[in-house]
């Protein structure tokens, strides 16, 4: 960028373009999209990134994913040098191993936006894919110890060749997948998102010219990194230490180093890399930028410049740095996991940040088989809601996803009913005990599946199933995330994790997912508001008497 001066306003305006530019991305590729985990659930993301694959401006949807596209931008980038890169290249990647990030099922698209013959930003999006292949249908196996096990590997490649789709590619995609009709809709609504992407710019660029526009990006990003670390400045100085038990009794550690000029992250000490509960190095990074985000600046742009300050240690081979060919299915509970040890680390020394504890897992929940209708193949992927922590003068918010799955929603029952092979007979609240306290965890919830065909599977990874949500101050834990497979005439059988589970006609997948965890002596609980969670029927008579002493006949 040469040493001329611009005008602050304008390139003001072009930083809040882009943004609606991300958001009109992603309402292309929502409005387009075939599968109901897009336009539905919103699991996917939309971003800008600059010519060097640096995040400027991303729209709504998962925050975890928003963080996936620069990575993969600059992975592009390594294997195919921009002199090799024209104008109406596509780029896709799924594989954590070459930019993908997370796992299989999550396909990333990129584009780039030339102006004056070079590239000035990247246009892209992320979006979850129902079935790509691999050893069970839904793509996500617990059992996986191999990421051959678990689909179609896209190694970042150009999909799109100067406006030419790669038909060679495509096919390899659409021939690997149980739903082959519902990934190509999905593949194509992504295009679509980023062509979209990259009409918008160029009128920008066309607008106010290449060499503003570009200076509006470096200027957004010298912003964040103003505003990270004049924030990081406030924060306490110092070495932090926390260790946390996990479901299956493993011990997961944390080291967070702060200082003037630096955020330091470190994971060395963790565990060896087992299954399909493992996370890329890149992934972390992801965990420790929403962390990071959260004890600094919530308000500043998210953008590449903002996360100078940070950085991660890690070490190869174990679960928060996976070496190929490691599994990844079930990546999201590592990294949620992680979201919550470094908040955990900090929450002392940050009086008043951080709640008490939340259900926090995605509960993936894939259900699948002959649609009773048709007999054609179809799978459900849910990931669920749950309760989130009390903290002090407010109770917790119930039945919304955890804040590592950000800006989403649960598929309603009627959308359910109509695309899948399933009822939906019960959609409801936990009322089960645990959360209480001066101000009580929010509930989660309890929802009811029932299969409509024989041969139908499930396949689930809940974390959070053994090890509850936190109480503080005296606040009682929460509930921990299961499922039970009911059957008619037999006992119920619980799970947490498991593939490929044999359902058939009425059996009933039941969901319950966490209640948060409380704040406060439950015995310093407002009368008014217990008599309230007894009206809603958040709390029953018996728990009001145990644990907080009180008799609707007494309070009259």
């Known amino acids: 960028m040469s040493d001329k001066t611009f005008d602050p306003v304008t390139l003001d305006i072009i930083q809040n373009a882009l943004e609606a530019v991300a958001d009109e991305m992603f309402a292309a590729q929502r409005k387009t999209s075939m599968s109901a985990i897009i336009y539905e659930v919103l699991d996917m993301g939309t971003g800008i990134c600059d010519a060097k694959g640096e995040i400027a401006s991303s ?18 980038l390594e294997k195919h040098p ?40 990247w246009t892209a999006n992320i979006a979850h894919w ?10 996500m196996s617990s059992d996986a110890t191999s990421i051959f096990q678990e689909g179609v590997r896209i190694p970042a490649v150009k999909l799109v060749n100067a406006g030419v789709p790669n038909e060679a590619v495509f096919d390899i995609l659409y021939v690997n997948s149980r739903l082959p009709d519902y990934l190509r809709g999905d593949l194509w609504a992504g295009i679509a998102g980023a ?15 290449t060499e503003t526009f570009e200076a509006a990006l470096a200027d957004f990003m010298e912003l964040g990194e103003r505003r990270a670390r ?73 953008n590449g410049g903002f996360f100078k300050p940070l950085r991660v240690v890690t070490k190869p081979g174990t679960i ?18 992680l979201f919550d040890l470094i908040l955990r680390c900090l929450a002392p020394h940050l009086p008043g940040l951080v709640p008490a504890g939340n259900f926090a897992s995605i509960c993936g929940t894939v259900v699948g088989g002959p649609h009773p209708d048709h007999g054609r193949h179809y799978t ?23 804040g590592f799955h950000g800006d989403t929603f649960n598929c309603p029952a009627e959308v359910a009913e109509a695309r899948y092979g399933l009822a939906v007979d019960q959609m409801a609240l936990n009322p089960e005990a645990g959360g209480e306290g001066a101000w ?58 498991g593939t490929d589970i044999p359902l058939n006609t009425d059996d009933i997948v039941k969901v319950v997912t966490g209640n948060g965890g409380g704040f406060g002596n439950p015995a310093e609980r407002d009368a008014a508001a217990i008599a309230d969670d007894l009206k809603n029927g958040y709390l029953t008579a018996e728990r009001a008497a145990e644990i907080y002493g009180y008799s609707a006949e007494a309070a009259g």
């Open 320 to 337: 928060f740095h996976v070496v190929e060919p490691g599994a990844l299915g079930y990546y999201s509970e590592v990294e949620i996991r």
């Open 130 to 139: 129902n079935d790509v292949g691999g050893m069970v249908p839904g793509s």
């Open 230 to 302: 004049a924030a990081l400045k406030t924060l306490p100085k110092g070495i932090f230490h926390f260790t946390e038990e996990q479901d299956d009794g493993a011990i997961h550690k944390v080291t967070v180093e702060i200082t003037d000029d630096e955020f330091v992250i470190d994971l060395t000490d963790n565990p060896k890399q087992s299954g399909s509960k493992n996370s890329s190095r890149e992934g972390v990074e992801i965990s420790a930028q929403l962390a990071f985000k959260a004890v600094t600046d919530t308000q500043a742009p998210g």
């Open 440 to 497: 009580r965890g929010g509930k989660g919830i309890n929802v009811h599946y029932r299969v409509r065909a024989d041969n139908n599977f499930l396949s689930i990874g809940y974390t959070r199933s053994r090890m509850p949500p936190w109480g503080v101050d005296g606040g009682l834990d929460g509930s921990p995330n299961y499922v039970e497979v009911l059957r008619p005439g037999k006992a119920p059988e619980r799970y947490s994790f």
């Open 59 to 76: 729209g709504a949807g998962i925050p975890a994913f928003v963080g996936v596209l620069d990575k993969a931008v600059k992975r592009i």
């Open 380 to 402: 459900i992927v849910e990931p669920q809601l749950g309760g989130w922590g009390a903290w002090r003068g407010h109770d917790g918010n119930s039945a919304i996803f955890s």
């Open 82 to 121: 921009a002199e090799t890169i024209a104008p109406g290249d596509l780029f896709a990647s799924n594989d954590p191993y070459w930019g993908g990030v997370t796992h299989l099922n999550d396909m990333i698209l990129a584009m780039p936006v030339f102006s004056e013959g070079r590239i000035v930003a």
């Open 195 to 209: 062509r979209i992407g990259e009409r918008r710019i160029l009128e920008l660029v066309e607008k106010y010219g």
